[in-house]
């Protein structure tokens, strides 16, 4: 109900701007919370997976004072899809399943459930996020509720973008794969999640929603193939509460593409 409501106040910001008793209730909802960027930028420092050959680079094409005498600048970019914070599009993982340009912005946009197993995960790297942990938190917090996105976060966040600490190598090539060490989902628990909950998508604060030891990526291979997207190297989960939070995950509309770079956002009371 309140994903509706915060809904319904943006849509009467954007389409009635011309009545300003709806824009000034919009503004006045809005005005009781705050936005967080849950969003690493993009740069040199920025992570991918170890076989990337490469990474983000930012090429100036220009910058300084035109002949015109006014200042002006302009870059060029380059980045593989999957790198950074980032969206899985199902068809990463599902042949002909939606790319990135396809995912309905209903996936996009809502709820949130944060569900907090840092205090196990930092003590294991392989550490593999269970249903346990799910019903342990509707214990305390009620049944996630149809249509949210489900994010995890495991504290691993702190470490980014120091590869050593994050990935568990800094090592560079396909003979680094193997090195991976750090948290993830389990399988089974991306079964329990697309059977016994409807969920709009899920996010982590890690590289991959498999955990840097899989061999398969099967949790992958589950989730996406329902359609349901995947946000990874989330930011600063720790500044968002348990529930209340309503997410803005918006990716570059690449059409075709497995995933990209993702802008993800939250609006939370307070």
């Known amino acids: 109900m309140r994903a509706a409501f915060f809904f319904i106040t943006l849509l009467l910001l954007i389409t009635n701007c011309d009545n300003q008793k709806n824009t000034d209730d919009a503004g006045k909802f809005l005005s009781t919370g705050k936005w967080l960027d849950l969003t690493y930028s993009f740069n040199a420092q920025t992570l991918y997976w170890p076989n990337n050959s490469t990474g983000f680079k930012l090429d100036t094409q220009v ?7 006014f200042y002006y600048s302009s870059n060029s970019f380059s980045a593989p899809e999957h790198g950074g914070t980032h969206l899985d599009a199902p068809v990463h993982f599902a042949k002909d399943h939606l790319s990135v340009d396809q995912v309905p912005l209903t996936n996009l946009t809502g709820d949130a459930v944060i569900i907090d197993v840092s205090d196990k995960a ?4 392989d550490y593999l996020i ?3 942990e799910i019903e ?4 305390k917090n009620g049944t996630i509720p149809d249509s949210s996105i489900v994010l995890f976060r495991t504290g691993y966040g702190k470490f980014y973008p ?8 800094d090592a560079k090539g396909p003979d680094a794969i193997p090195l991976l060490h750090f948290p993830g989902i389990d399988p089974a628990t991306a079964e329990w999640l697309t059977s016994q909950r409807k969920i709009k998508a899920l996010g982590l604060d890690t590289p991959s929603i498999d955990y840097g030891q899989s061999k398969d990526f099967k949790t992958h291979q589950v989730l996406l193939g329902k359609n349901i997207p ?5 930011a600063n989960l720790d500044q968002l509460p348990a529930k209340g939070a309503y997410i803005v995950a918006l990716p570059m509309k690449i059409e075709h593409g497995s995933g990209g770079p993702l802008r993800i956002i939250a609006w ?3």
Do not use: M, Q
């Not at 910058?63 to 005498?69: F, K, L, V």
């Not at 342990?136 to 214990?139: I, L, M, P, R, Y």
């Open 63 to 69: 910058n300084g004072i035109t002949p015109a005498g």
């Open 122 to 125: 930092l003590k294991d790297r």
């Open 130 to 132: 269970s249903v346990k």
């Open 136 to 139: 342990d938190w509707e214990k």
């Open 162 to 169: 120091d590869a050593k600490k994050y990935f568990g190598t």
């Open 230 to 234: 995947a946000f990874e190297n989330v």
């Open 268 to 270: 939370v009371r307070g």
